[in-house]
């Protein structure tokens, strides 16, 4: 039963009138490291019908929270306390809002009617978060509290989703209301017209080398069924970003690769070559995947809102509106397969997947970036999730790891933040418990925020955190050894991370032979419960496959 039943004259506590508020928008969790401002809201959550999910520290809240944003569309939920609780929601609140991820955020304060503490413990906690949200504000009265909360989640999840924070200070979630809840309305999007549609398909048509893009914003609102359809019936050749990988699956053969790199990979040499890109779900907090110059390559723009032009991104064409219907309606304009010459594609397609298989086999220990990604692949089905940290791994990953299905690899390539990879897998395996869940993590990134580790287990998720091992933050010291500096102030020393696990309740395994490493995985998954996977990583190969090889790459003509 709600905390919140009102009646037409009925006084009701502020916190009450908050969490039926958040009953009302259809939240399951909040997740949370309360203070003593919060205890009015955590007093009505302990009657609500939300569930409150208790962390070790607020980025993990906040993490868990923009995932589960990630995964639903539908606005994730955490709760902080004023001063340093607060202050701990800003890289994952810049995370939700670089990576179009739907986050609200409530932190307590001081009051606000009569303070006797002074400035103990405050700052300017909405002046800090408005850079980096869409919206920020405090809450200075109980009664606007219903439209805040309708404004905040409209907000957060209106195209392009974003973080939002509100300050609730204790003195008003204690005090009396007599305003009602604000029930939502479902938000429909506008159809792009005829007009520009009709543009579309006849520059498609008059393309000689066209190929199709597909970006972050295409992994946010189920679009595969309409993008699969579109491409199955033009055959039109695609890629992805990092963040638009598994919107289409990946083993179609008109599949071209994923641009983890900026420039200079295999896949380039197709988009050099491409006389026009459809570019569907840009995002521009992504490293872009091509630049395009006065009289290069045109580009057809498809996304929900317009394109952010810049010096390398001024497209021709832009189709505004729901994305999947934009797509529908441009496949039924061009009516079939197009006919051009796919001869070069095919031939970078073939280069491109003989050089992401060498190496898949390779026996060395410790393992090498080629074989853990093939061996991870080997154990996830088509749409279990894996869940990348930041690190060196993340490109072999995006470059390797085939994606079956949309949201299947948890990647941020936006803020590229450490810390994240482990809460994002919780959330996945907190509303997926049937799928397998692997949190993929170089040791610097994993022990940002390893105490998580304690609430995976109290959660009784079933999760495999895989930790790769160099004992360094591998990344940089890549780019150092890349620019030519002395290998120098990068190194450091792990816990033995198979007594931790067991430390907080989970299950530890070492690999010590790279031939165990799929029989390990097997054996956790298996098992259920959280394991925790000892990984030792060679990235000798960075340079090599990375730099090297691809330096002495030359474009088919």
């Excluded at 199709?212 to 069924?225: D, E, F, I, Q, V």
């Excluded at 091509?290 to 497209?315: C, L, R, S, W």
């Excluded at 930041?390 to 936006?414: E, F, H, M, S």
């Excluded at 360094?472 to 002395?486: T, V």
Aim: hydrophobic share 40%; aromatic share 8%; charged share 20%.
């Amino acid at each position: 039963m709600s905390v919140f039943d009102q009646t037409a004259s009925s006084l009701t506590k502020a916190s009450d009138l908050l969490v039926a508020a958040l009953e009302a928008e259809g939240v399951e969790y909040v997740f949370a490291v309360p203070g003593e401002e919060n205890l009015d809201v955590l007093e009505s959550l302990r009657t609500s019908k939300i569930e409150l999910v208790l962390t070790r520290h607020e980025q993990g809240a906040a993490f868990m929270a923009a995932t589960y944003g990630r995964l639903t569309g539908k606005a994730g939920v955490c709760m902080a306390t004023l001063g340093p609780g607060a202050t701990n929601f800003a890289t994952p609140a810049a995370y939700a809002h670089l990576g179009g991820m739907p986050l609200v955020m409530v932190t307590g304060q001081k009051p606000i009617k009569k303070s006797k503490q002074g400035q103990f413990q405050i700052i300017d906690v909405v002046g800090l978060f408005d850079p980096i949200c869409k919206m920020s504000k405090q809450i200075v009265h109980g009664n606007t509290i219903p439209s805040l909360i309708r404004e905040a989640f409209r907000v957060a999840q209106e195209e392009r989703p974003g973080a939002v924070l509100l300050e609730l200070p204790e003195d008003i979630a204690a005090e009396d209301t007599t305003e009602p809840v604000l029930q939502p309305h479902p938000r429909y999007y506008a159809v792009a017209g005829d007009t520009v549609l009709n543009e579309a398909a006849e520059m498609i048509r008059s393309a000689k080398m066209p190929l199709l893009l597909l970006g972050a914003g295409a992994n946010r609102k189920h679009a595969r069924s309409a993008l699969s359809q579109f491409v199955n019936d033009t055959q039109i050749p695609f890629f992805d970003t990092q963040m638009g990988k598994g919107v289409v699956d990946e083993r179609s053969d008109l599949f071209l690769g994923t641009a983890a790199l900026s420039d200079g990979d295999y896949l380039h040499c197709a988009i050099e070559r491409a006389d026009l890109i459809i570019n569907v779900g840009h995002d521009v907090v992504e490293k872009p995947p091509f630049f395009m110059k006065e009289g290069g390559t045109k580009v057809i723009h498809v996304n929900y809102k317009a394109a952010q032009v810049d010096q390398v991104y001024f497209p021709q064409v832009e189709v505004v509106g729901d994305l999947a219907q934009s797509i529908e309606r441009l496949g039924k304009k061009l009516d079939g397969p197009l006919e051009f010459d796919r001869s070069y594609f095919e031939r970078v397609k073939q280069e491109t997947d003989m050089h992401i298989s060498a190496g898949a086999d390779d026996p060395r220990f410790p393992v090498i970036p080629q074989r853990f990604v093939a061996d991870t692949r080997k154990v996830m089905r088509d749409c279990d999730i894996i869940a990348l940290d930041n690190g060196i791994y993340k490109i072999w990953y995006a470059r390797n790891y085939q994606a079956y299905q949309p949201n299947t690899v948890l990647l941020d390539n936006a803020l590229a933040t450490m810390g994240a990879g482990l809460p994002s897998a919780m959330m996945a395996a907190k509303l997926y418990p049937d799928r397998r869940v692997m949190a993929i993590c170089g040791d610097g990134g994993f022990m940002m925020n390893s105490q998580e580790v304690e609430t995976a287990v109290r959660l009784g998720l079933n999760l495999v955190v895989t930790v790769l091992n160099d004992s360094s933050y591998g990344m940089i010291r890549w780019k150092q050894s890349h620019a030519g500096f002395e290998d120098w102030g990068l190194g450091f020393k792990n816990p033995d991370f198979v007594q931790y696990a067991s430390s907080y309740g989970a299950t530890g395994h070492r690999v010590e032979r790279t031939e165990d490493l799929v029989s390990t995985f097997e054996q956790a998954f298996a098992a259920g419960g959280v394991h925790l996977i000892d990984v030792p990583v060679d990235y000798s190969e960075n340079q090599r496959v990375l730099i090297d090889e691809l330096a002495e790459k030359v474009c088919l003509i």
